[in-house]
């Protein structure tokens, strides 16, 4: 079992910055892969950004530049480093832990179990 905790969203202009963490907590597999993925109002879930148990991080096109993802392991802790803002970054985000996953493109994938957490909501006003 996993349990997962985000924090550090709030409001920001456009052009400024967020850090976003997600505390892990629980029983973890040595290999893994998280994910960041944010959800906009009457919009799908999309993936952000990935990093798995290798190191080995993805982005997806939109933030390619302006976020970067990395994890701290003596902290069970994942980041999520957001600069330039934009208002349509303007989203819930979540962090997600795939067990038993890896890397994949964008994506994780393989694994047999996704924890969820439950969200933190960043906006952007321009």
């Known amino acids: 079992q996993v349990q997962l905790q985000e924090s550090g969203g709030g409001s920001v202009q456009a052009g400024g910055s967020l850090r976003l963490s997600c505390a892990a907590s629980g029983y973890f597999s040595s290999t893994y892969c998280m994910a960041w993925f944010r959800q906009a109002p009457g919009k799908e879930r999309e993936g952000v950004a990935r990093?798995?148990?290798?190191?080995?991080?993805s982005y997806a096109d939109s933030v390619k530049g302006r976020f970067t993802i990395s994890q701290d392991n003596a902290k069970n802790t994942l980041y999520l480093q957001m600069d330039s803002l934009k208002p349509e970054d303007t989203a819930m985000y979540s962090c997600?832990?795939?067990?038993?996953?890896w890397g994949y493109g964008e994506h994780c994938r393989g694994g047999d179990l996704t924890y969820w957490g439950q969200g933190t909501q960043v906006t952007v006003s321009s």
């Open positions: 990093i798995d148990s290798n190191g080995s991080t």
């Open positions: 997600a832990f795939l067990r038993g996953g």
